[in-house]
T-cell receptor
Framework: GAGVSQSPSNKVTEKGKDVELRCDPI?????LYWYRQRLGQGLEFLIY????????KSGLPSDRFSAERTGESVSTLTIQRTQQEDSAVYLC??????????FGPGTRLTVL | GENVEQHPSTLSVQEGDSAVIKCTYS??????FPWYKQELGKRPQLIID?????GEKKDQRIAVTLNKTAKHFSLHITETQPEDSAVYFC??????????????FGKGTLLTVNP
């Protein structure tokens, strides 16, 4: 079946604008994760969804970041009033509850 | 929280040689340790993982060892090939709320295999 997909693949925005990043997980995967990967760095955990609930939002860097998941499927990560330090690749992953995390291709966000 | 250190940051080997990447973790409660391979511009992909109830796991040319006492784990790639060239990430997590969800990643190792 299809893997995890994300859109857009690239996003260039101006400082101060809001952006929405979308993740479509593998069908049937109950868990969904968002990570941020800065250039040359490892993956930084942002938030975890189990179904439509987010038991752990501890990785969100500030209150400008929020995420939601609907229908136990698609998830949207929203960044308000973007800053240059938000520039990174945002990766989504999904899994069964205890299974391997499968990653999407990521959205490369550039804030000018 | 958990902290994962990974070394070396870059590693260059000749084709056919072995490569070893080492990681240490800080939280003794961590019990799941996956390794991901990320080729340039591609998504990370799981190549092998180990749980804390075993000390070693092998899959063809790849093996992972875990020393819980010392809180370190290593990735071993034998008979390296040019297609092994990529960035490798280690990660650690603990079993919480029915899931090993909160992966803490190392900063990655850029492996280059020279033909």
């Amino acid at each position: 079946g299809a893997g995890v997909s994300q859109s857009p693949s690239n996003k260039v925005t101006e400082k101060g604008k809001d952006v929405e990043l979308r993740c479509d997980p593998i069908s049937g995967h109950t868990a969904l994760y968002w990570y941020r990967q800065r250039l040359g760095q490892g993956l930084e955990f942002l938030i975890y969804f189990q179904g439509n609930s987010a038991p752990d939002k501890s990785g969100l860097p500030s209150d400008r970041f929020s995420a939601e998941r609907t229908g136990e499927s698609v998830s949207t990560l929203t960044i308000q009033r973007t800053q240059q330090e938000d520039s990174a690749v945002y990766l989504c992953a999904s899994s069964f509850l205890r299974g391997e995390q499968f990653f999407g291709p990521g959205t490369r966000l550039t804030v000018l | 929280g958990e902290n994962v250190e990974q070394h070396p940051s870059t590693l260059s080997v000749q084709e056919g040689d072995s490569a070893v990447i080492k990681c240490t973790y800080s939280d003794s409660a961590s019990n799941y340790f996956p390794w991901y391979k990320q080729e340039l511009g591609k998504r990370p992909q799981l190549i092998i993982d180990i749980r804390s109830n075993v000390g070693e796991k092998k899959d063809q040319r790849i093996a992972v060892t875990l020393n819980k006492t010392a809180k370190h784990f290593s990735l071993h790639i034998t008979e390296t090939q040019p297609e092994d060239s990529a960035v490798y990430f280690c990660a650690a997590s603990m079993y919480v709320r029915g899931s090993n969800y909160k992966l803490t990643f190392g900063k990655g190792t850029l492996l280059t295999v020279n033909p």
